[in-house]
């Protein structure tokens, strides 16, 4: 992301509308037609949606994903899936989004959007997607802006008053407190057997626990507050609201039109339409209400929350003095209130702070504390503690979190016991401590905190879907809580249940307490696993942890191979389907590694030439190695600035092929070979792809150019030998390394001498010498001197150069 005045000139696009139009597909579309790309998210939630339907499509290896207390970071991330607060703004990208833009009005956020929609941009485009309600604020503060509407894929309509006992399958009641959805929750689970519940307090592992419940129809209703507003992807025909008012910080009011729209747009997924209504202890809504939710009709929004980003950090008081200024645009209204402008005023009032924060770098540092979030949302007292013991330690001694302290405030936390209200409060709790243990510099080795209050919050957010399912399924609806058998325990025979065929599936699997994992457990200790954590063999099959746990089989090509678990029938449908989008993430990485890291995707989109477009699509059918032949018109009609942008992906232009560097790797050479064998369905040559050398005999007929081989004469060379031995018959003074090779292949002489010819070269390993053919009757071309005179001919004293067939120099 890119801030500068020279990043306006990217292109600018808004597309405005109402829910379920599609935008953020389309945005995540584009965003890999480029190389690079980055999207700013309202939600947690709602980023790591987003970051799963990435990874799904081009592997983990290539998407970095960063909230306040979430951070998966692969070595060289091609994209970033953020929430908007945490968007790393000094990363240059290719192409930005924020999404939800309309949150630019929100009166404790909104100045948050406000920046990223006046400063953030890619270098080479640039998106906002939100409520139409934008359009002329957009159109007022980006003249340059491509402003588009997205019209809704299905119809939204009214359905009036219902009592939770009609309520259709596959609806949604939307309450504004915890307490609420838990009494909704209770009495759905009585009427109907059981629900799911999502609250935006909820941990992600948790969130995602109870919605893979309700999308796998385990349950076929869901009770939810608000936070299924902001563009999780939920297949609900019908939301139902509870009630029309909340609780915004500040005050209880009601709900504007528009956002009870946002809410109710959540019915209808795709083509499908949707309905919404309120439950029959509410009044009917308004006609004037129905009719602008039903036509996406709203009241323009006509200022932004602002706040001044030219900050003094001189002492307390002057950066309170500047986070006061007022906007000079009129479309701007100062942030009336946000907690860390008033933890700093607290804490500017205390006099052991007042003595440290005397110069610059501390003054910055005190305005770091504060921005820490309150999770908890009790006593503001109690937080503003915190931060001012906070501060007084990173500004003592090393600068460095006391580790006692620490372990004090997070030790009381790691406890699994409770009810469900407990658990969120131990949550909310332990939340505060893994967003400041992701402040590196403020711990002695914050990779052992981040590691360990990761695992609290993963401990407790296990325990709290378990609490909800306890309390919110029937429990002959469910078999995912139940405990995995022992592999000590009595053996289990076929007519056991399927989950105790599960359970010696995977043998003894130990929780964090030592004892069996449950299902959810377990399903999250893969959905959390690096992409090293996996092996994979050279048949497909896929293990975790020394088990068994998938295998690949043949998709449509090599670059498409199928998933099927192993005994898929033991898993509960919600657990199916998270394992199976871990998974197929996976396998979108074997594919990438096959490729040498070549991001095809990126290199497809409609502003990329027809033939940089056809080239990027060959390379990737043929796993980042194609033969020059194949790769010469297209390679011929790129411009200088397309093929350098190839060159900088990896892309080599050899003597043979026209191929990815890291794709003629060893470990990609394996990846390969296992998906050629996998789409061939035959396993792979004997030797392949370990022996550089193989007779053309053990080839058993199969292209041995898939499986990275060329074959030359009686043998097939492994792609990277044939690249090197071409590379050095080239070199004037290659003959000494064409005869080392040579000699590491062991090739009988007469062999060896029919590689060399195949190659171009000579059995001595120099370039072999072709002869200019003469016509009968005819004298050798003479060149013309100097004056036009007819000379010695052309050719004399030279040696000709050896002709090369295919992509090389002079055609590339």
Not at 208 to 219: F, I, K, L, T
Not at 433 to 458: G, K, M, N, V
Not at 692 to 715: I, S
Request: charged content about 25%; aromatic content about 6%.
């Amino acid at each position: 992301m890119n801030s500068s005045p020279s990043s306006r000139s990217s292109v600018v696009v808004a597309e405005l509308g109402p829910t379920n139009t599609g935008k953020t597909h389309r945005a995540i579309e584009r965003m890999l037609e480029h190389d690079t790309g980055m999207m700013g998210l309202p939600l947690r939630l709602l980023a790591r949606e987003v970051y799963d339907r990435v990874t799904a499509r081009v592997g983990e290896g290539r998407v970095a994903l960063m909230t306040g207390e979430e951070k998966r970071l692969p070595p060289r991330p091609d994209y970033w899936i953020c929430t908007v607060e945490a968007m790393p703004t000094d990363r240059p990208v290719d192409f930005l989004a924020v999404d939800e833009i309309q949150l630019a009005a929100h009166r404790e956020r909104g100045h948050v959007f406000t920046d990223r929609l006046l400063h953030a941009r890619g270098r080479r485009e640039t998106w906002f997607l939100g409520a139409d309600t934008m359009r002329p604020m957009v159109q007022a503060l980006i003249p340059q802006a491509s402003v588009k509407r997205a019209t809704r894929l299905s119809q939204l309509r009214y359905s009036g008053r219902r009592s939770l006992k009609s309520l259709p399958p596959r609806s949604a009641v939307v309450a504004f407190s915890a307490d609420r959805v838990y009494e909704l929750a209770e009495a759905l689970r009585r009427l109907r057997g059981g629900v799911a519940v999502v609250l935006g307090a909820l941990s992600p592992r948790t969130r995602n626990a109870q919605v893979a419940m309700y999308q796998a129809g385990e349950v076929q209703y869901l009770v939810a507050t608000d936070a299924i507003g902001m563009g999780l992807n939920l297949d609900l025909n019908h939301v139902a609201f509870a009630a029309l008012s909340k609780y915004d910080g500040a005050e209880q009011r009601d709900l504007f039109p528009d956002e009870l729209a946002q809410i109710a747009g959540r019915a209808g997924r795709h083509l499908n339409d949707g309905s919404f209504g309120t439950l029959n202890t509410l009044p009917e809504l308004p006609p004037r209400v129905v009719s602008a939710i039903e036509a996406h009709r709203f009241p323009s929004v006509r200022s932004l929350i602002w706040r001044n980003e030219a900050l003094d950090f001189s002492s307390p008081e002057a950066l309170l003095d500047s986070l006061s200024r007022a906007p000079r645009h009129s479309a701007f209204i100062r942030v009336e209130r946000a907690d860390d402008f008033d933890a700093l005023k607290e804490l500017s009032h205390v006099p052991a702070i007042r003595e440290v924060a005397t110069d610059r770098a501390s003054v910055e540092l005190l305005w770091q504390v504060c921005q820490i979030p309150d999770f908890r949302k009790g006593l503001f007292g109690q937080h503003v503690a915190l931060l001012r013991e906070t501060f007084l330690q990173l500004s003592e001694g090393d600068g460095k979190l006391e580790q006692s302290w620490l372990s004090k405030q997070v030790s009381p936390l790691d406890d699994v016991s409770g009810d469900i209200h407990t658990l969120m409060d131990r949550l909310a709790a332990i939340r505060i401590w893994t967003y400041i243990s992701h402040r590196s510099s403020w711990l002695h080795d914050a990779e052992h905190w981040q590691e360990r209050t990761r695992r609290i919050e993963d401990a407790l957010g296990d325990a709290l879907h378990e609490r909800l399912v306890e309390r919110f399924v029937q429990r002959a609806a469910r078999r995912s809580a139940r405990r995995f058998v022992r592999a000590s325990a009595q053996p289990a025979t076929r007519s056991d249940s399927p989950f105790a065929r599960l359970g010696l599936l995977l043998g003894e699997v130990p929780g964090a307490d030592g004892a069996a994992m449950t299902e959810e457990q377990f399903v999250q200790r893969v959905v959390d696993a690096t992409h090293e954590a996996f092996v994979v063999d050279a048949a497909g099959s896929i293990s975790f942890e020394g088990q068994p746990l998938a295998r690949l089989v043949r998709g449509n090509g090599r670059r498409s191979p199928q998933l099927a678990l192993a005994e898929p029938e033991v898993w509960t449908g919600g657990a199916r389907q998270r394992l199976e989008r871990r998974l197929v993430a996976l396998a979108r990485d074997l594919v990438t590694e096959a490729m040498g890291g070549f991001p095809a995707e990126a290199l497809s989109g409609g502003d990329r030439s027809a033939a940089l477009r056809g080239l990027a699509y060959r390379l990737a059918e043929g796993l980042g190695v194609i033969s020059r032949s194949e790769a010469r018109e297209q390679w011929r009609l790129l411009d200088d600035e397309a093929r350098e942008r190839l060159r900088s992906l990896g892309v080599r232009e050899g003597q043979r092929f026209l191929y990815v560097a890291e794709a003629l790797a060893p470990h990609a050479l394996e990846r390969r070979c296992m998906l050629t064998a996998l789409f061939l369905q035959s396993p792979s040559p004997k030797g392949v792809p370990r022996d550089p050398v193989l007779h053309v005999a053990e080839l058993g007929g199969r292209d041995a150019r898939a499986f990275g081989y060329e074959v030359l004469g009686p043998v097939a060379l492994r792609i990277d030998i044939v690249e090197r031995l071409s590379e050095a018959l080239r070199h004037p003074h290659g003959a000494q390394q064409v005869h080392a090779l040579m000699q590491e292949l062991r090739l009988e002489s007469g062999v060896r001498a029919r590689v060399l010819r195949e190659l171009g070269g000579q059995p001595g390993g120099a370039p072999l010498k072709r002869r200019r053919r003469r016509r009968r009757g005819k004298s050798p071309a003479t060149a013309p001197d100097k004056s036009g005179a007819t000379g010695q001919p052309a050719h004399a004293g030279a040696h000709p150069k050896p002709q090369r067939s295919g992509v090389g120099e002079g055609s590339v």
